[in-house]
């Protein structure tokens, strides 16, 4: 027997007669199970699901005021049906959600007040609660914060901004007016499938494009069983055109606590056609309810007066409509009688109206009679009259700034003993008078000698004025953002390991006295305040626009949108670092951001490059490996990249030995650049300045061939033997990141 309300339409979603499917479908449970659902993917999966002792069924909905009918007795009936077959059924109470969409105002506690009230509404309509569960999202996050955000940030790099916009119109808004705080929300809706372990995805059918999301992800991340994705039919709105209800318009839906008189006023007024309107039938095709546009017969109607007799009256079992005295058995009778004239219009509705205040007088006597359920009422119907005004003030100004600073002083004092060695000995305390200077540093499988010079600068300009310098690895936001890590989180944490102690080597270095810089990693700072910091993320991104988000980051649609949600965590980590000034080296960069977020000024500094080549006139990047210096490079490295660099005579304009010379004078870290060469040739002679040094290679008096020799030399007594020594206190890390070299270049990702 075919489960009531499937037919065998075109297109692998909907078609229920592929070979597999009829002998499990023939099966009570599969019937019963599949019945829930207007589409599915994919109906050969079932079996296997009812193979089991039990299995998971997921859906969310946002606290977001009223609940319609279809939310009410059409969900708490399907609930039942998904039970009785073995199910566990998880809601996932998705109050961070509805944050981001800003409903209730943006208000955290007025949106859980309407999530337990929505619970009390489906005990209340006959949702049997013995294989029910209900998880918070906002508790069940912050409980698991250390598992669940990885996952939303590993979703997040494999998928291009443009398929995530293609998911937002589950929350009915278009691209043009996005917040990046929505590109969130599909992110973090896929990854609670995989969070909950669902195995089926019980949603609507306006959730399938982020529920296929679901099933994408399983491909990229080889997740061998994907969820099956079960959707059910969204109910009509009342009125003409409607492909869906709609909480913002009170008569194009039923709600759970209309009274008996709203009730028949609603039917009455409700849209009720006898012959196809095909301007309906094009808004249901626009609004992508595909299933509902290809109806045919009495469905093809898109009535919704008879979508209600189907769908609600007919949605517990054993179901009978009355209506002029006639007793219908199923919805098919009802809509045909319709048709043929039998059943009129008023007899219809007046039908309609009597069943659904039948189905809906146990919850009015509930939130009567009940004084808890009662109050729950009262104060979800205030939170409307008070217009719920929109806010998106930061969730930290309830956190005192003393336990922000009890947070940021534990945090450092993990790193430090993750880091080990002298580290451990730099965790001492801050105070509320200590000025951070933030500096913020991804992962990078070879990092460059300049990368990391530039890096020691922003921390020594971040330590002007007495400021505290504080170097931020920023492993989550890597995950997200780093490609050439592939979100190895094994491989993040080495690299910035490594990129830590060449930093401090070479901070110590520049600055001298003893001087050594702070190092903070984003993990420890994000876990010792969960709660808090994803809050600030989310108001962070309903502050700011995707657009601006991705001018901001220098990305476009094309681009992956982990580096979208890595500008948000910037945001919240200068919240969540006390940080009185950032210090950049780009000018596009997520802190620019973040210092409109919190007003936390940026301040940038020039890039210090060690580059050796000439930048190509084409473009093409240069892959050489005599390119640059890199954080493992020694010696006869150096001394080979040198030897090899360009170094025209006279050019004083992109030279780099000389801009390496120049600026291991400037900063002091040699006496003097010691030319040596035959008295033939000028003889010896020591460069203290970097004015003569200049002067001398543009009259070209120096030869580059006695200059290079001379650079090599003083390179390699302070910069690189300042990495050298870092290095040597990081072996495990440099073995980690050998063996993901290693790893890839299997795989194909390295060419050596």
């Known amino acids: 027997m075919w489960p009531a309300g499937w037919s065998a339409n075109d297109g692998t979603v909907y078609a229920l007669e592929a ?46 005021g009223r609940m319609h009918i279809a939310q009410g007795v059409f969900k708490a009936q399907n609930v039942n049906k998904c039970t009785q077959v073995g199910g566990i059924f998880v809601f996932w109470v998705a109050d961070w959600f509805a944050l981001m969409n800003d409903k209730m105002g943006g208000d955290l506690e007025k949106i ?14 006959g949702m049997r609660m013995d294989r029910v569960e209900f998880r918070w999202a906002s508790e069940e996050i912050t409980k698991h914060a250390s598992a669940y955000w990885p996952l939303v940030l590993d979703v997040a790099r494999r998928f291009t901004i443009a398929r995530i916009k ?58 061998k069983q994907k969820p099956v994705i079960l959707s059910h039919h969204m109910l009509y709105g009342l009125k003409a055109g409607q492909a869906k209800m709609s909480k913002s318009d009170p008569d194009s839906a039923i709600f759970m606590e209309d009274s008996e008189a709203e009730v028949c006023r609603k039917i009455s007024n409700a849209y ?49 409509f009355e209506a002029n005295g006639r007793s219908f058995y199923s919805p098919d009778a009802v809509g045909e009688a319709f048709v043929d004239g039998t059943l009129s219009e ?63 002083d534990r945090a450092l004092a993990k790193t430090a003993a993750w880091l080990g060695g002298s580290f451990s000995s730099s965790s001492s305390e801050t105070t509320a008078a200590t000025k951070i200077g933030a500096v913020f540093v991804l992962p990078a499988l070879s990092p460059s000698l300049g990368d990391l010079v530039t890096l020691s600068l922003q921390l020594a300009r971040a330590s002007d004025d007495g400021k505290e310098p504080v ?4 492993d989550w936001s890597a ?50 305040r969960p709660s808090e910091y994803w809050i600030d993320v989310i108001h962070a991104g309903r502050a700011l626009t995707l657009v601006e988000t991705e001018e901001a980051t220098g990305v476009d649609d094309s681009v992956k949108v982990g580096p979208v949600v890595a500008a948000l965590l910037r945001c919240a980590d200068a919240t969540a670092a006390r940080a009185s000034v950032l210090v950049d080296a780009d000018r596009v960069s997520p802190s620019r951001l973040a210092e409109k977020r919190t007003n936390t000024p940026v301040i940038t500094i020039d890039r210090f490059s060690t580059r050796l080549h000439m930048p190509a006139a084409d473009g093409v990047p240069d892959l050489d490996e005599n390119r640059d210096f890199f954080l493992l490079d020694g010696v006869d490295s150096v001394k080979r990249k040198i030897k090899r660099a360009f170094c025209e005579p006279g050019n004083v304009e992109f030279n780099p030995p000389l801009a390496i010379a120049s600026f291991l004078l400037d900063r002091n870290l040699v006496p003097a650049i010691d030319i040596k060469r035959p008295p033939a040739n000028g003889g010896d002679k020591a460069y203290a300045s970097r004015q003569d040094l200049v002067a001398d290679f543009r009259s070209q008096a120096l030869h580059p061939g006695d200059l290079k020799p001379a650079v090599t030399d003083a390179l390699s007594r302070t910069l690189i033997a300042a990495m050298a020594t870092a290095v040597s206190n990081a072996k495990p890390a440099l073995a980690a990141i050998k063996a993901f070299k290693k790893n890839q270049t299997k795989k194909g990702k390295f060419s050596s």
């Open 19 to 64: 070979k597999g499917i009829r002998e499990f479908l023939e099966t009570d449970r599969a019937g019963v199970l599949l019945s829930v659902g207007e589409e599915c993917v994919n109906a050969s999966e079932v079996g296997a699901l009812l193979a089991r002792p039990s299995f998971r069924l997921y859906d969310g909905f946002e606290p977001s």
């Open 112 to 125: 859980k007040t309407v999530g337990e009230y929505l619970v009390e509404v489906w005990r209340a309509a």
């Open 166 to 223: 293609k998911c937002c119109q589950i929350m009915g808004r278009g691209e043009g007016g996005l917040t990046a705080a929505q590109i969130l929300y599909p992110l973090m809706q896929c990854s609670d499938i995989f969070f909950l372990k669902a195995d089926v995805c019980q949603l609507g059918v306006d959730q399938r494009k982020v529920n296929m999301l679901a099933r994408e992800y399983c491909d990229a991340a080889s997740i």
């Open 272 to 320: 009720c056609p006898l012959v196809v309107d095909e301007s309906v039938r094009a808004a249901h095709e626009a609004s992508d309810m595909r299933a509902a546009a290809a109806a045919e017969g009495w469905q093809g109607l898109m009535n919704p007066c008879l979508d209600y007799v189907k769908h609600v009256v007919f949605a517990p079992p054993g179901a009978v």
């Open 346 to 408: 008023v007899d219809l509705k007046a039908g309609l109206a009597a069943a659904i205040n039948r189905l809906l007088e146990p919850v009015r006597r509930h939130f009567k009679s009940n004084a808890a359920a009662a109050s729950l009422l009262d104060r979800v119907r205030s939170f409307k009259k008070n217009n719920n005004s929109s806010s998106t003030g930061n969730s930290s100004v309830r956190e005192t700034a003393e336990a922000r600073q009890r947070a940021l």
């Open 471 to 474: 170097l931020i690895l920023c």
């Open 479 to 528: 995950i997200a953002a780093a490609d050439s890590l592939d979100g190895d989180s094994k491989a993040i944490l080495a690299s910035l390991r490594l990129i830590a102690c060449a930093v401090d080597s070479l901070f110590a270095l520049l600055l001298g006295g003893g001087r050594r810089c702070r190092i903070l990693l984003q993990s420890h700072l994000i876990l010792e």
